[in-house]
């Protein structure tokens, strides 16, 4: 199999992996330099010579970056990025021009998508919808092994629609940093989380502590989840419904909340299309590769 590097672009953190097919040799791990655009290019290339020099190849190896944002299509900058020191930048030129190579660019949501369907929780499945769902909510789209990344560059990006189907819960309608109000990242997120059992309780708490005492046999915490539950449930359903995967894979913080996956399959039967007397066959996983996901998919973005 062939050597790739694999960069993921975090905001707090730059990670770095050199795959042989799927088998790590090495990893690299560095402090994302912040609001510093110059600095970001000189850090990334310097993980990837590290890796460079600590695998056994004569040659260079090809490089896939992941990122958190997007490259535009009609002007090859990057968009959409929560680090924002990123945004109206050519950062695949820039870093081709420094790395003497080609370079490969993509989403981080769909890395960890392409990631997991190569050879995490979705091998061998055919369509795959991959979420993360931490601080964000994010998604992307995998189909055949390849990224859909759509003529916007926005595939996959279901965070920023509207929670469906909204129930007497959900009046609220929480306002998003995107400037509109209802989206799914403003109900599916950790912190959504954490608010949602705030506004009912008037106590804050972290979503691992929620799902510790619900395991306790805490009532009002099983409620919070209860809502998640709903909440995921019809999010996923209308994702089921436009593209009908065969698997969708869970990653970030809220992907360690177990009770999700035997939960949440039975309550999106309701809202899912015609599926009246019909088993849907959509399977929800957490993810294989957790953490990894991403830097595992920015190699992987070198399939060919
Ligand atoms: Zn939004």
Known sequence: MPLRIGIDLGGTKIEGIALDGGRELARARVDTPRDDYDATLAAIVGVVHDLQRRVPAD??????????????????????????????????????????????????????????????AASGAGV???VIAGTGV?????????IVTGANGIAGEWGHNALPWPDEDDRHSPLCYCGKRGCIE???????????????????????EIVAAATRGDRVADATLQRYERRLARALASVINVVDPDV???GGGMSNIAR????????????????????????????????SSGVRGAAWLWEP
């Open 59 to 120: 040659v260079s190896i090809p490089v896939g970056l992941g990122i958190p944002g997007t490259i535009s299509s009609s002007t090859g900058l990057v968009k959409n990025a929560n680090s924002t020191w990123l945004i109206g930048r050519p950062l695949q030129p820039d870093l081709e021009a420094r790395l003497r190579r080609p370079v490969r660019v993509a989403n981080d949501a769909n890395c960890f998508a392409v990631s997991e369907a190569a050879d995490g």
């Open 128 to 130: 795959v919808f991959g």
């Open 138 to 146: 994010g998604g992307g789209l995998v189909v055949n092994g390849h």
């Open 186 to 208: 403003t109900f599916l997120s950790g912190p959504a989380l954490a608010a949602d059992h705030e506004r009912v309780t008037g106590v804050r708490l972290p979503p691992p």
């Open 248 to 250: 969708i894979v869970l």
């Open 260 to 291: 999700l996956y035997t939960n949440v399959p039975p309550l999106w039967d309701a809202f899912v299309f015609a599926c009246g007397g019909d088993l849907v066959r959509t399977r929800l996983v957490p993810a294989r590769y957790g953490d």
